[in-house]
């Protein structure tokens, strides 16, 4: 086993410094953000509508997590290839450090929550469902103002969720029998 874990540990390792040069060597433009999806870069632009759903939820959830908890648009590299996410919302555990690189950990994350833009939601709806069950966060929630829906994906196990819940929005999102043990308002969730 020993060999095993040393040679995860050490591609874990070369994916950090790829995704780090790819990072530096970036040119985002002001109002867009960068994400790093299976080695590919995508980018897309900030909306109202998008902001808006971000901090409705935020403050919902500041209610009952300290803000250093908190995180939104900054990087989280999570299992497989090349996998360096900004992600709309995450809240990270109790005690939550970073690293000796200062980043933070995957394994520290119990919520994430992303927000559909048309140029990059099929990477929410497919590889980054993927990558966070296989880190086993423990609630995945979609906000997609497109459809009007909340996707709720909990019970991470094998690298799938066991659990998938959708919810109009208007419609609260239960979400107290999952480690956040809240109830997330969707009333002012705008549309697209």
């Known amino acids: 086993m020993k060999v ?9 390792n070369i994916n950090e410094q790829i995704l780090d040069e790819m990072f ?3 040119s985002v433009p002001e109002g867009y953000k960068a994400e790093i999806v299976e080695g590919a870069i995508y980018m897309s632009p900030q909306r109202d509508t998008h902001w808006e759903i971000i901090l409705d939820m935020i403050e919902q959830l500041r209610s009952k997590y300290p803000r250093k908890r908190l995180k939104s648009d900054v990087r989280i ?10 992600t709309d919302v995450t809240l990270l555990a109790e005690g939550a450090v970073k690293t000796v690189s ?6 520290d994350v119990q919520f994430v929550a992303e927000v559909i ?3 990059t939601g099929a990477n929410d709806y497919g590889p980054k469902l993927a990558a966070y069950a296989t880190a086993e966060v423990p609630v995945y929630l979609i906000a997609d ?6 996707h709720v994906y909990s019970q991470p196990k094998g690298g799938e969720y066991a659990s998938e819940t959708t919810v109009a929005f208007g ?11 809240l109830t997330l308002s969707t009333d002012e969730f705008p549309r697209d």
């Open 145 to 150: 103002p497109y459809q009007g829906r909340c």
């Open 171 to 181: 419609t609260d999102v239960d979400l107290t029998h999952t480690p956040l043990g």
């Open 24 to 26: 530096e060597q970036m």
């Open 4 to 12: 095993l874990d040393d040679r995860i540990t050490m591609a874990d």
């Open 77 to 86: 590299d999570y299992p497989g290839y090349l996998n360096g996410f900004a």
């Open 117 to 119: 833009s048309k140029s």
């Open 102 to 107: 200062g980043k933070w950990r995957y394994e």
